[in-house]
């Protein structure tokens, strides 16, 4: 991880923008793992479906 990070502030990365992948990728990481992952999705489309 603290190559990573390394990485990307020698990418020209800021601060904010290091700090918000990383808390994406445990976002994503979290669903991935949720056992209710498709049932989640599926939820969240019918809802994002109905609001149009």
Avoid: C, P, Y
């Avoid at 990365?13 to 808390?23: F, G, P, R, V």
């Avoid at 209710?36 to 149009?52: A, P, Y």
């Amino acid at each position: 991880m603290l190559g990573l990070l390394g990485d990307a502030i020698d990418a020209g990365w800021s601060k904010d923008e290091i700090l918000a992948a990383m808390i994406a990728l445990a976002d994503d990481t979290a669903l991935a793992m949720h056992e209710n992952v498709l049932l989640s999705v599926e939820t969240e489309l019918r809802k994002f479906k109905k609001k149009r």
